[in-house]
């Protein structure tokens, strides 16, 4: 009797179960399907792509190449068209600077189809905040972008790059072909590690390997989940092979974080440690975000703390990274400019063979040329933000709050409406006449507006 009703009882709970489980899946659908409705009716007034019924352009981006496809789509749809990754996620793709303009002046929050992705790696720092917390953070941090406190960084800079050309040139005796992306990725870090948690100038250590292997890792799992609609559940993508490499990178890059944090506050306590920390030369990232306080004396969180210095270094390492690669790729293509970039900065330097921050402002043609080359090759090719409020574009139509927006940047720099000769690199588009009467919304690599 006993086995009958027990496995009647397990028979029962299964069917609830099911039950349970099938409502809940009902539910989400319907949420999903009325919220597709809405993006789909908000975007009405523009057209866009094929797509296909499930993938939307997600496949076809995969396919074809995801960046010069939407170049390419810019020629048949002036403005803006829709793009959508998977069924349910719709954005207006804009790459035109007047409908940048209407959009990211404003200070919109992010799109968190697209930022919370970023949560289980950075935390609720700056690139996800949003209100006052936002406000706050900001606030708190500005100093630490003082021309005070960025100026004696310019040694620090010089030295990792002195380190990793001395790794070059070995490379170079063998004459053979090398990949540079990785060396500059050390030695962004390299700075970065030094700049954000005051590390000596020994060189990068096993740790710090580990974490630099897990940052990169971690870039580029979140680029394919952004582009793979079917990893956009967080139940479902932590259940993949890809989701469970993404938690233990995550998990390598926390330790090191919150290893270095609470060494730090450690340190801290001995007051002759305390001492020589603030009688550096320069303070580091995290020296001024753990003496950071606002008007009421409210210093940040340590869940804050983790949250910034992560955002710091994740930002800070993929977009130098790439930036510097693709600056140094210009150069070795196009050999005139690098020729005068070399004598621009000889000129400069005379008999020494270091810079000094007042250098910089001196290399005007080297800025024209890194310019061309964010131009071309923008470090953060596309954001996205949501509108807490209706927006009216220039050419007459509009959408209502809610509406998702995607800012393709490298459409934006290579629109042929915009520039001319788009594909072709020349410095002197950044000369000061030709910056004059240039929209204020046509170049911008690294986004624009308050946020």
Request: hydrophobic content about 40%; glycine content about 6%.
């Amino acid at each position: 009797m006993v086995p009958v009703l027990l496995s009647l009882s397990l028979s029962h709970l299964s069917l609830w179960a099911f039950g349970l489980v099938s409502v809940l899946v009902f539910l989400k659908l319907t949420r999903l399907l009325l919220r597709r409705q809405m993006l789909a009716r908000a975007m009405d007034r523009f057209s866009g792509p094929p797509t296909h019924w499930l993938f939307g352009h997600a496949l076809e981006i995969q396919q074809t190449g995801g960046l010069d496809k939407v170049v390419y789509w810019t020629h048949q749809f002036p403005y803006a068209h829709q793009l959508w990754l998977g069924r349910f996620l719709g954005f207006l793709n804009i790459y035109d600077p007047e409908y940048a303009k209407a959009v990211y002046s404003r200070g919109d929050p992010k799109a968190p189809d697209v930022y919370d992705f970023f949560l289980q790696w950075i935390g609720k720092g700056l690139l996800v905040l949003q209100g006052p917390k936002w406000f706050q953070h900001r606030k708190l941090l500005t100093p630490g972008f003082h021309y005070d406190v960025l100026k004696p960084y310019v040694a620090v800079f010089a030295e990792s790059a002195r380190v990793m050309l001395d790794k070059w040139e070995k490379k170079a005796r063998e004459q053979k072909s090398f990949d540079i992306f990785s060396d500059v990725g050390h030695m962004a870090l390299d700075s970065l590690m030094k700049c954000t948690f005051g590390k000596g100038t020994s060189g990068l250590n096993d740790r710090d390997n580990n974490y630099y292997l897990a940052v990169s890792e971690l870039t580029l799992l979140m680029q394919q989940r952004i582009d793979s609609f079917q990893y956009h559940n967080d139940f479902i993508y932590f259940l993949t092979p890809h989701g469970r490499r993404f938690l233990r990178a995550c998990q390598v890059a926390h330790d090191h974080t919150d290893q270095v944090i609470r060494e730090r506050k450690a340190a801290l306590q001995d007051k002759k440690e305390r001492e020589k920390i603030q009688s550096k030369r320069h303070l580091d990232f995290l020296d001024i975000l753990l003496g950071a306080r606002d008007e009421e004396g409210i210093k940040l969180s340590d869940e804050d703390l983790r949250a910034e210095v992560n955002t710091f270094m994740f930002a800070g390492h993929d977009t130098t990274t790439s930036a510097i690669s693709w600056v140094l790729y210009c150069m070795s293509l196009y050999p005139e400019h690098q020729r005068r970039c070399r004598e621009e900065i000889q000129e400069i330097l005379g008999d020494r063979d270091s810079l000094k921050w007042d250098d910089l402002a001196e290399m005007t043609y080297l800025t024209m040329c890194i310019k061309e080359s964010f131009r071309l090759y923008p470090p953060v090719p596309q954001v996205y933000r949501q509108l807490s409020k209706p927006v009216n574009f220039v050419d007459g139509r509009s959408l209502p709050a809610g509406s998702l927006i995607s800012l393709h940047i490298y459409a934006l720099h290579r629109n042929s409406t915009v520039w001319t000769d788009p594909e072709v690199f020349d410095p002197l588009r950044f000369s000061p006449e030709n910056v004059a009467g240039r929209h204020s919304f046509a170049f911008i690599p690294f986004s624009a507006g308050p946020r």
